[in-house]
């Protein structure tokens, strides 16, 4: 079993419509990124949280450390949210991630 | 702020070769971690340096090695080719936040083909 799990591994929707993506991990962890990868490989970092909720624009980002287990939510999705999106869990200096979710967006 | 650098951004070597990739990270940024992206592994660690020294390292052979210069930029090298290590290599620079945690601002990558 992979220490970080996503659900959906593909996700295809309409736009506006609200999105989550699910990350699971197996151990505690020190913080947990969510990144975005577009087509071409460049990788920009979206969320970085321990605890709580996070908010920018239309991402919302949540993880409950108890249940080793973080959302991440796009409300009123547009064709250019059409991404991979990658959680990865944080330790020691390094991060381990998840296997991705490609989410495209149809106008 | 210029963001991370990475050269070349496409290289083509040969089985048996070796390969130098180069990182230029965030100025003031100490921390420079390197990994390795395949379709069929996905994303994974290959190591952090800090200081020029080597913190952590993931689950690759001694033929992936690294270091970090004085001014930050750091470089990894690959020798003895192989055609699975036909990747994209990315670099992420930080701060290095006491507390633990702390975000990564990626370079473009370098897109490796060995033939």
């Known amino acids: 079993k992979n220490e970080v799990e996503q659900s959906p591994q593909n996700l295809t929707a309409q736009e506006g419509e609200f999105i989550t993506i699910n990350c699971s991990y197996s151990?505690?962890?020190?913080?947990l990124h969510w990144l975005q990868q577009h087509p071409g490989g460049g990788i920009v970092s979206l969320f970085m949280?321990?605890?709580g909720k996070k908010k920018h624009g239309r991402l919302i980002a949540t993880i409950n450390i108890q249940e080793k287990h973080s959302s991440l939510h796009i409300t009123a999705s547009h064709p250019r949210d059409s991404a991979v999106y990658i959680c990865?869990?944080?330790?020691?200096?390094?991060?381990?991630f998840g296997q991705g979710t490609r989410l495209t967006i149809n106008p | 702020k210029a963001g991370v650098t990475q050269t070349p951004r496409y290289l083509i070597k040969t089985r048996g070769q070796q390969v130098t990739l180069s990182c230029s990270p965030i100025?003031?940024?100490?921390?420079v971690s390197w990994y390795q992206q395949t379709p069929g592994q996905g994303l994974q660690f290959l190591f952090e340096?800090?200081?020029?020294?080597?913190?952590n390292k993931g689950n690759f052979p001694g033929r992936f090695s690294g270091r970090q210069f004085s001014n930050s930029r750091s470089e990894m090298n690959v020798s003895t080719l192989e055609l699975g290590d036909s990747a994209l290599y990315l670099c992420?620079?930080?701060?290095?936040?006491?507390?633990?945690?702390?975000?990564?601002?990626f370079g473009p990558g370098t897109r490796l083909t060995v033939t």
């Open positions: 992420a620079s930080s701060l290095d936040v006491t507390g633990g945690y702390y975000e990564q601002y």
């Open positions: 151990v505690g962890i020190s913080a």
């Open positions: 949280l321990s605890s």
């Open positions: 990865a869990k944080q330790g020691a200096q390094k991060l381990v």
């Open positions: 100025s003031g940024h100490r921390s």
């Open positions: 340096y800090f200081s020029e020294t080597q913190r």
